[in-house]
């Protein structure tokens, strides 16, 4: 906001700032003749005169003038800032730092009495360093946790058993913690919109699990009829079953358990053969009844 002093010669220039301390990066100096019509006014910002004209307005159209000069301005200055800040390497080691302090705070407080103030002191840096990375508390408490744009989420050596195994594990880092724990129930208190947009990461990640089961299915390593959704549900479903449940023991031997399962489920081996004949008579005489109808 601008304040006039004076009649003759006007100067409008920032009320002063806080603490008494004059702000005088905007200034409109003008002269007005017996009518009140300005006769000449200089625009400067930033102690720089950048318009200079001999007009013939009224006071109230040069107060107006002005204000939209000094908005102007104020684009062009945050236009160029975001420009520099485009161009600025971004400093991993902070990245990491948040994310340790954000793991570290969900475990000792929860989700919701956790913020971002908080962890930005934890960190030694500040908010705005951290809405600079994350939009919100729910997209840094889902990165930091759940990771599922990182280079832990597939893996695809062509041995889908060690490839499972490695996965497994990946989701037992990630989930088997009480920050995991903390960052489900409170990302599940979130609004709708939010929600969705946390499950949308969770989901893309499955999804690119499935792929490779799908490749596996090419490869003849699992069934051909095999559903790959499920079978990607069940490398991080047990671990958060375990997680919720308090469940110990979740170990390389659990590891391995859980690996034979999704590859060869839970039946006595001398049984498969029988079984996996009736089910898929069972499944035929489900499609002729299908084509029947």
């Given at each position: 906001s601008l304040k006039c002093r004076g009649t003759k010669g006007t100067k409008f220039d920032p009320p002063p700032g806080e603490g008494?301390?004059?702000?005088?990066?905007?200034?409109?100096?003008?002269?007005?003749?017996?009518?009140?019509?300005v006769t000449s006014l200089t625009m400067s910002v930033d102690s720089e005169a950048i318009n200079r004209w001999t007009v013939d307005i009224s006071l109230a159209d040069a107060l107006n003038l002005c204000i939209s000069l000094r908005c102007a301005s104020h684009r062009k200055a945050s236009h160029m800032g975001e420009q520099q800040k485009a161009g600025r390497p971004r400093d991993l080691k902070l990245d990491a730092a948040i994310v340790d302090a954000t793991i570290d705070l969900l475990t000792e407080r929860g989700y919701s009495d956790m913020s971002l103030a908080a962890i930005a002191e934890r960190a030694g840096t500040t908010t705005a360093a951290i809405y600079r990375r994350w939009g919100s508390k729910s997209e840094l408490v889902a990165h930091a946790?759940?990771?599922?744009?990182?280079?832990d989420v597939v893996a695809d050596t062509g041995d889908l058993a060690?490839?499972?195994?490695?996965?497994?594990?990946?989701?037992?880092?990630?989930?088997?913690?009480?920050a995991a724990v903390a960052a489900i129930a409170g990302l599940l208190s979130?609004?709708?919109?939010?929600?969705?947009?946390?499950?949308?990461?969770?989901?893309?990640?499955?999804q690119l699990v499935a792929e490779r089961l799908d490749r596996a299915k090419i490869d003849g390593e699992i069934r051909a009829d095999a559903n790959t959704t499920v079978l990607a549900s069940l490398i991080d479903g047990p671990?958060?079953?375990?997680?919720?449940?308090?469940?110990?023991?979740?170990?390389?031997?659990?590891?391995d358990e859980l690996v034979s399962v999704i590859l060869f489920g839970a039946l006595p081996q001398a049984t498969r053969g029988e079984t996996?004949?009736?089910r898929r008579i069972a499944m035929n005489r489900s499609r002729a009844g299908e084509l029947a109808l």
């Open positions: 008494g301390a004059e702000t005088p990066d905007a200034l409109l100096v003008l002269a007005t003749d017996e009518d009140r019509l946790v759940f990771r599922t744009e990182g280079a060690a490839d499972l195994a490695t996965m497994i594990r990946w989701a037992v880092d990630k989930l088997y913690r009480p979130e609004p709708r919109t939010v929600r969705r947009a946390r499950t949308s990461n969770a989901l893309a990640a499955s671990i958060l079953h375990a997680a919720f449940s308090g469940i110990t023991g979740v170990d390389d031997l659990w590891i996996e004949q009736h």
